[in-house]
């Protein structure tokens, strides 16, 4: 059951049994030291699918267990959630990642019948997970943001007669821009975490936003900002700032901006002044870490974002002496915290050394200053400072910690493993196309041979089966377009379906794919994933696979079913004979693979149906009239301001 405690028992914090989740980022360690050097009895979860994660092996982590990846499978998590509370054994939840704070808030009400949750509450996530009303908010109490132009509100439907509007508003800017896509649930309950991507030009800012056509979902688009990356840290309990730090990116991986890899200890007032004005604007409780962009040329710093959990670089203020993780706690559980403010060098510095800094070194050493949007650091400066760096004893390290060294030594081992497991896969995958290259050969021999027959196959065909890895992409396509098109061409054509490899039923296509689809006239929004099994193979006369490892894997998982399985991409005469898996291409590289897959599916329609196809309006690829991104209300241009 939750902790009933009183304020009185603020100095006396009784031993807790707290359930940190997503051990493998991390902000994690950073907690789970934190909360064990507080006296607490800490459980550690991971996912099932990761690696043992660093934060596992501290010495204040006293289990261990491993859960549903919040990600990839939201629903598998929230009911493992409610099952492992609901037994009892813990008073805390601390979640670590948005997907497990999402996962948390769907069931905050019985949730919170068994612990106390360490997250925000639900009128602050609306603007810890969402940017668009967090950069709404940062206007609202006059902060400076970067040029915006605010696309869509998942809460209005879109409205494509603004289409014009939009590519004037995105036009508007100063191109290269960020489009920011807020944290959304996708149709098959699939929690996508929000990204950040850049665009060069106003054609690849379309591009990126079409692939969102169709969802519910927020999204801006802002100018870059040329500077460094700055944050307050504040843990605010009922209406003041309890506990406030701040810190200066010094490296960012990569270099021209991403992940913190380096930072600095700060104080500056007009960092956490404007952070503590954006969380009294909104009422926030808790802890928030509230990210700026500091211009490089000077003024007003431009409000970013806000996160609503511990942070990754949160080690840098353990470092400082501001223990965040548990004055938060106790401010929740006591409604006061013995935690105080305490006086730090902005002198001080934390790296993240594996795999931060590998990485961003590896960015400069690979930028080429001829091409690269922001000239790279000196390649023999930036090697010779990660030396110096490395062996300064003042520089701190998220990991390193000489009274719990085993997350360090976890985390070289995790790594180290990882390039070992890269290199292997390298190799692998050359002696693989060796392979291919033979294989491939005698598939397009078979296939001549089969071509030159009155039949392509000896028996009638009734039904056929498309099969892919993931039945996401590539077959769910070609059956929908075999369905939907082919079979209004030849209205004899066999009926198809699709299947996929992985076991990953009930999984949705990504949205890149179902906007690509639309530009074919192939709606791939209610589209439900399905294994392959005995059963589909046994109903289908012919199976159509997309490249030569499905090949490989029918054939080690159903060998009796080569005998009617060929390559679909064979039936492209001009094209390769294998089908690319689309599913971590862009969207204009997916449109290319699915037009490939539509002139196979002609030229398959030409081979196995014999009558002359139906006069039909002719269909080019990417003519399905689909719109670009819409706006709801009009997009608005918001100027940069500077903050009064």
């Known amino acids: ?43 550690v979860g991971y996912p099932h699918s990761s690696p043992r994660a660093a934060a596992t092996f501290s010495r204040y982590a006293r289990e261990r267990l491993t859960h549903p990846n919040a990600w ?40 919170s019948r068994y612990v106390q949750l ?56 100063t191109f290269p821009i960020i489009i920011k896509v807020d944290n959304h649930l996708e149709p098959g309950g699939r929690c996508v975490q929000g990204s950040v991507r850049g665009a060069a030009t106003l054609s690849q800012a379309e591009a990126i936003l079409e692939e969102y056509q169709g969802l519910s979902v927020s999204i801006i688009a802002q100018e870059k900002i040329r500077g460094y990356g700055v944050g307050a840290f504040l843990l605010r309990h009922q209406g003041c700032s309890v506990l406030t730090f701040a810190h200066r990116r010094l490296h960012e991986f990569p270099y021209t901006g991403g992940i913190s890899s380096l930072r600095a200890a700060s104080a500056d007032p007009a960092v956490i ?3 503590e004005k954006l969380l009294a604007e909104i009422g926030y409780e808790g802890l928030a870490m509230i990210e700026f962009r500091q211009p490089a040329g000077g003024g007003a710093p431009r409000f970013l974002e806000i996160n609503g959990r511990i942070w990754g670089s949160m080690a840098l203020a353990l470092h400082a002496g501001v223990d965040f993780p548990r004055a938060w706690l ?117 296939h001549e041979q089969r071509a030159q027959q009155e039949r392509y196959f000896p028996a009638r065909i009734g039904r056929i089966l ?25 209205p004899n054509a066999p009926l198809a379906s699709s299947a996929g490899f992985i076991d990953n039923t009930g999984t949705s296509s990504p949205p890149h794919c179902v906007a690509a689809a639309r530009r074919f006239g192939v709606d791939l929004t209610s589209h439900s994933s399905q294994v392959l099994g005995p059963d589909l193979l046994e109903q289908a006369d012919a199976v159509f696979v997309m490249d030569l490892s499905n090949h490989r894997i029918l054939k080690q998982s159903y060998p009796g079913a080569l005998n009617k399985a060929t390559l679909l991409g064979l039936f492209e005469r001009a094209g390769t004979a294998e089908i690319a898996d689309p599913y971590s291409m862009g969207f204009r590289e997916t449109v290319d693979v699915y037009d490939h ?18 006069p039909c309006e002719a269909r080019e690829p990417g003519s399905s009239g689909a719109t670009p991104l819409s706006s709801t209300r009009g997009p608005e241009s918001i100027p940069a301001r500077a903050a009064e």
């Not at 099969?467 to 209004?488: D, L, M, T």
């Not at 196979?600 to 196809?613: C, K, R, S, Y």
């Open 118 to 173: 360490l997250m925000p509450s639900d009128e602050a996530l609306n603007f810890t997970l969402s940017k668009y009303n967090a950069t709404q908010a940062a206007l609202r109490c006059g902060l400076s943001i970067p040029a915006t132009v605010f696309l869509r509100n998942c809460n209005q439907a879109a409205d494509a007669s603004d289409a014009a509007h939009v590519k004037e508003s995105l036009a508007s800017l």
């Open 597 to 614: 897959a539509v002139q196979a599916l002609h030229g398959l329609a030409e081979t196995i149906v014999l009558p002359e196809p139906q």
């Open 273 to 275: 002044g404007a952070g």
């Open 330 to 446: 106790e401010c929740r559980c006591n409604g006061t915290t013995s935690v105080v403010q305490p006086r730090y060098s902005e002198s001080l510095r934390c790296r993240n050394t594996i795999p931060g800094e590998l990485l961003y070194l590896r960015s400069v050493l690979r930028a080429d200053a001829r091409t690269a949007e922001y000239p790279p650091p000196s390649k023999l400066g930036a090697l010779g400072e990660f030396i110096r760096l490395s062996l300064d004893p003042r520089v701190r390290t998220d990991s390193l910690s000489l009274s719990d060294p085993a997350p360090w030594l976890g985390a070289i081992y995790a790594t180290a493993r990882l390039l070992l497991m890269q290199s292997a896969q390298h190799v692998v995958r050359r002696l693989r196309r060796l392979r291919n290259l033979q294989n491939l050969r005698e598939s397009r021999r078979t």
């Open 466 to 490: 498309f099969v892919c890895a993931g039945n996401i992409c590539r077959s769910p396509f070609a059956e929908k377009y075999w369905n939907q098109h082919i079979r209004e061409q030849w």
């Open 1 to 43: 059951m939750s902790p009933k405690l009183t304020a009185h028992e603020a100095d006396v914090m009784p031993t807790l049994r707290i359930l940190v989740t997503d051990a493998d980022q991390l902000p994690a360690l950073s907690a789970v030291r934190s909360l064990g050097r507080a006296g607490h009895h800490v459980v």
């Open 72 to 111: 990839h499978h939201q629903q598998e998590f929230r009911g493992w959630l409610i099952k492992e509370l609901a037994g009892g054994a813990y008073d805390v939840l601390l979640p670590i990642s948005e997907a497990a704070i999402m996962a948390a808030a769907a069931h905050r009400q019985e949730l």
